[in-house]
């Protein structure tokens, strides 16, 4: 059985909530989220996040595709950081996470 090596592999998006030293929340979106958490502690992810002291992964769910994913972050982002806090408290799947 041949393989095409023209294909890409299929690759699934993380959505991933982080909290700072200060308490704030940073939501983000990855296919590798132990890898983008040391670039972020590293001081090589998001400039936000830069000098803001150690981070914590406070909630990640496996999304699907990029497409889904940069949804979901917008739609989060969206969120003021009581509705955040509450997201990060109930740990929800992606179906309770619905872009419906």
């Known amino acids: 059985m041949q393989t095409n090596?023209?294909?890409?592999?299929?690759?699934?998006w993380h959505l991933y909530i982080l909290r700072t030293q200060s308490g704030a929340l940073y939501t983000g979106i990855?296919?590798?989220?132990?890898?983008?958490?040391?670039?972020?502690?590293?001081?090589?992810g998001a400039?936000?996040?830069r000098g803001k002291g150690c981070l914590v992964l406070v909630y990640q769910v496996e999304v699907g595709g990029h497409s889904e994913a940069l949804k979901l972050?917008?739609?989060l982002k969206q969120l003021n950081k009581t509705e955040k806090e509450v997201l990060v408290l109930r740990q929800?799947?992606?179906?309770e996470l619905s872009l419906k």
């Open 47 to 49: 400039k936000a996040l």
């Open 92 to 95: 929800p799947t992606i179906k």
């Open 73 to 75: 972050e917008y739609r």
């Open 5 to 12: 090596t023209t294909e890409k592999p299929i690759l699934l």
């Open 30 to 44: 990855t296919t590798n989220v132990e890898r983008r958490l040391a670039q972020h502690q590293a001081g090589k």
